[in-house]
């Protein structure tokens, strides 16, 4: 049975980028959609992802998760 990877996440104040590396296989390309870079593996499979202006996406989430009227926990 193999492991599951913990996501990590890290956060560079200087540029307001949050970074979620989901795998630690190794990339092979990156889109950006909008404010997001993504990271693939040679199997089209994200491994890494950046948000850039992450202050504002963390806003809209927020505001997003309260207008839900559903309790979150994470």
Same mark, same amino acid.
């Given at each position: 049975?193999?492991?599951?990877?913990?996501?990590?996440?890290?956060?560079?104040?200087?540029?307001?980028? &949050?970074?979620?590396?989901?795998?630690? %296989?190794? $990339?092979?390309?990156?889109?950006?959609?909008?404010?997001?870079?993504?990271? /693939?593996?040679?199997?089209?499979?994200?491994?890494?992802?950046?948000? &850039?202006?992450?202050?504002?996406?963390? %806003?809209? $989430?927020?505001?997003?998760?309260?207008?839900?009227?559903?309790?979150?926990? /994470?």
């Amino acid at each position: 049975m193999r492991k599951k990877t913990k996501p990590k996440i890290s956060y560079e104040p200087e540029a307001d980028i &949050l970074r979620l590396e989901i795998s630690k %296989k190794p $990339i092979d390309y990156a889109t950006e959609v909008g404010n997001v870079i993504v990271h /693939f593996n040679h199997e089209n499979i994200p491994v890494y992802l950046e948000f &850039l202006e992450a202050s504002r996406f963390v %806003k809209d $989430i927020s505001d997003i998760l309260k207008s839900t009227k559903r309790t979150y926990s /994470f």
